[in-house]
């Protein structure tokens, strides 16, 4: 069980309530966390964790006036994650072997 309740986190932090994607992103480094004994990741460990879960960095498409695009619409979905593979559990990800 994470050591980071939803209660716990706002007894810490009062007023921030955590969205689900939050929520899940916390478990999964806390489970990192444990799973390799490392009270502190590296960025590069954390990135790799994210991708695990499925996020992704995506290219923006240049446009061809750049004064003519304007700022992005207030109003856009945000880009969905895909699901982890079959077989996977994207919450606890084993640590990856070194080459």
Known sequence: MSRY????????????NLTDEERE????VERYKQQTHRRF???SELLRLAKRLGYRKVAVAPAA????AGPPAANA?????PNPPAGTNALCPMPEESA
């Open 5 to 16: 309740t939803e209660t716990r986190y706002e007894e810490n932090f009062p007023g921030a």
């Open 25 to 28: 992103f916390v478990e999964a």
């Open 77 to 81: 979905p945000a880009p969905q994650a």
């Open 65 to 68: 006036d750049p004064e003519a």
């Open 41 to 43: 990741p590296s960025w």
